[in-house]
């Protein structure tokens, strides 16, 4: 299930450096997963997806890293801007799956 | 293009007072449709979920219910408010295959 009692952990990197998000997911049958990106306040957005049939997926700025092997997420933000700024979950499902298991997410912070 | 609308955004209620949040969604037919709960600075709890009409699964014991009177519409609600459950809410739509999850904008409640 879900990872709701702990407290999130944070990432902090300079402006223009590049950020790595690690995602440990704990479903060996999961075969689909999502990023998404929460602001304070907002409901999360979804960024990337990866299915279990690849090992890497790029989209603007971001990369998607899958090593199933060790049961292992990223997501690389290339060039990290100040409106990165938010709180990163990543989501678990498998393809006849109902429901996504969200991992506890990671707070990114950008420093000027 | 499909939308997801909830409201209020803010609420404050006092303990033991009823709750009812609404969810609604735009430009889709039969959606799987959520409710979630996130405390402050923590993970996404999946409280329930509909696959249709009149359809309701319960992930956790709670004083809250919901139900589905419509297709594109999911309510929350409670009969009594406690102090626990002050928290962001957030629904969700799904669709599809891999059923990715949409947010909507949620409802940040206090009950004091």
């Known amino acids: 299930g879900e990872s709701v009692g702990l407290h999130l952990p944070t990432l902090s990197v300079q402006e223009g450096d590049n950020s790595i998000i690690n995602c440990a997911y704990s479903n060996s049958a999961s075969d689909y997963f999502i990023w998404y990106k929460q602001e304070s306040g907002k409901g999360p957005q979804f960024i990337i997806d990866i299915r279990s049939n690849m090992d890497k997926r790029q989209g603007q700025r971001v990369t998607v890293l899958l090593n199933k092997t060790v049961k292992h997420l990223s997501l690389q933000i290339a060039a990290t801007q100040p409106g990165d700024s938010a709180v990163y979950f990543c989501a678990e499902n498998t393809s006849k799956g109902q429901n996504f298991v969200f991992g506890p997410g990671t707070r990114l912070s950008v420093l000027p | 293009s499909q939308t997801i609308h909830q409201w209020p955004a803010t609420l404050v209620q006092p303990v033991g007072s009823p709750l009812s949040l609404e969810c609604t969604v735009e430009?889709?037919?039969?959606?799987?449709l959520y409710w979630y709960r996130q405390a402050a600075g923590r993970g996404l709890q999946l409280l329930f979920y509909?696959?249709?009409?009149?359809?309701i699964s319960s992930e956790v014991p709670q004083n809250l219910s919901a139900s589905r009177p419509q297709d594109r519409q999911f309510i929350l609600s409670s009969k009594k408010l406690l102090l626990s459950d002050s928290g962001f809410y957030l629904c969700?739509?799904?669709?599809?295959?891999?059923?990715?999850?949409?947010f909507g904008a949620g409802t940040r409640l206090s009950v004091l």
């Open positions: 509909s696959v249709g009409i009149g359809q």
């Open positions: 430009g889709t037919s039969n959606p799987n």
């Open positions: 969700a739509w799904s669709q599809g295959q891999y059923n990715i999850q949409y």
